[in-house]
């Protein structure tokens, strides 16, 4: 079974110059968690809603201020439409990522590759694969080594530079 049997075809996009606010409401609109980001024909990037709270929203970034850009993953993993189901999904479980953007041979965004489409689409092993991706993994930024043992997690250290009281150091 090859990608383009189970992706989603005809994906919306966003532009690396629009807003958070835009791109949420695109996402909110179409009842989804994440967008490719295209400048013109071109991948550049993935916003997900975690990266609108995470790196603009908590940062107290204004959403119609900020561009995707500012905020969007540029490091995106894609695949081929025409890649063999078991292979992408075995590099989705080990980048524990639930959505791949799907391109042709010329590069063009042609669709993308969801856990949903896995699953409905009776993908070989999609269960298996989202388990995987489901497992807890180690936090994605480098806080420079300011990160302490709470509760089973991993939280930053006080802005004053020290560790709240019993706080393990995880470095």
Known sequence: MQVREVMTPDVTVVSPYASVCEAAQKMDRLNVGGLPVCDGNRLVGMITDRDIVVRSTSAGEHPEECEVQEVMSSNV???????????????????????????????????????????????????????????????????????????????????????????????
């Not at 479980?93 to 856990?115: E, W």
């Not at 997690?153 to 560790?163: E, K, L, N, V």
């Open 77 to 171: 993993r894609w695949c081929y439409d025409d890649e063999p189901v078991e292979q992408v999904q075995q590099a989705m479980t080990d980048m524990q990522i639930r959505r791949m953007p799907v391109v042709d041979r010329d590069k063009r965004l042609v669709g993308i590759l969801t856990m949903g489409d896995l699953l409905t689409e009776g993908a070989p092993e999609a269960e298996g694969t989202l388990k995987a991706i489901s497992q807890p993994s180690e936090p994605d930024r480098d806080y420079g080594g300011n990160l302490f043992e709470e509760d089973g997690g991993y939280r930053a250290m006080r802005p004053d530079g020290g560790y709240p009281p019993n706080a393990r150091s995880r470095f």
